[in-house]
């Protein structure tokens, strides 16, 4: 079965510092892959997805992920953290489930906090 | 832009009553998606319609049903909630499936 694993619950990173979400996927053929954000009380928003092509894909607010299919992994980064990067992050995968149709499966997300 | 609305936002019910939850994307989206989310569990599939006239279950579809009204409504119906039904759900559109979701502000509900 599909599967989406973000190994790490909670991280904390100070302002200004680099910042690496991980990220790794189970899927039997090229996925399509999401990263996206959740400030508190809101709903999900899309920061950048992977489809095919270039493995380094460019999103909003400054953050990156880089495709490896060697590592099955789809990781999160951004050079230089802002207070406001405070949220709760998710990567999911496009799969199929059930039948023919397809839909997304999430990970259990990552929770950023930044010191100031 | 109004993209994907939920309603209500917020509801409280008592453990073997009714309601229905809306959905409405004016993105001519074909597909629609409920998900809840809990604490530590991320975002779990309960329904999804890949296009008008198809619905299809979930990872955790039991105690819902869902009714896909036309191509922009989706709606969530608890028939008898359960304590266990206290969670935050989400409503979500794509062009297709398998592309980038697009979410509601979500529907806080709490069974009591």
């Known amino acids: 079965a599909q599967s989406v694993t973000q190994p790490d619950i909670h991280i904390t990173v100070s302002e200004g510092a680099s910042l690496e979400l991980r990220c790794n996927y189970s899927?039997?053929?090229?996925?399509?892959l999401f990263w996206y954000v959740q400030s508190p009380g809101q709903g999900l928003q899309l920061l950048l997805k992977?489809?095919?092509?270039?493995?380094l894909v460019q999103g909003i607010k400054g953050f990156e992920a880089e495709f490896k299919r060697s590592h099955s992994s789809f990781n999160l980064r951004k050079p230089s953290v802002h207070w406001s990067d405070a949220a709760e992050y998710f990567c999911?995968?496009?799969?199929?489930?059930?039948?023919?149709?397809?839909?997304?499966?999430f990970g259990k997300g990552t929770k950023l906090s930044v010191k100031p | 832009n109004a993209g994907v609305t939920q309603t209500p936002k917020f509801q409280v019910l008592k453990t073997g009553q009714s309601m229905t939850l809306q959905c409405a994307q004016d993105?001519?989206?074909?597909?629609m998606y409920w998900y809840r989310q809990d604490p530590g569990m991320g975002l779990r599939l309960i329904y999804y319609?890949?296009?008008?006239?198809?619905?299809d279950k979930g990872e955790v579809p039991n105690g819902y049903n869902v009714s896909r009204l036309n191509k922009r409504e989706f709606s969530l119906r608890l028939e008898s909630a359960a304590p266990s039904q206290t969670s935050v759900y989400f409503c979500?559109?794509?062009?297709?499936?398998?592309?980038?979701?697009?979410f509601g502000q979500g529907t806080r509900l709490t069974v009591v």
């Open positions: 993105m001519n989206h074909n597909s």
């Open positions: 999911a995968v496009g799969a199929h489930y059930g039948g023919s149709q397809g839909n997304l499966i």
């Open positions: 992977y489809f095919s092509g270039d493995t």
């Open positions: 319609s890949a296009s008008e006239g198809t619905t």
């Open positions: 899927y039997g053929a090229t996925p399509y």
């Open positions: 979500a559109s794509s062009v297709r499936a398998n592309t980038e979701a697009f």
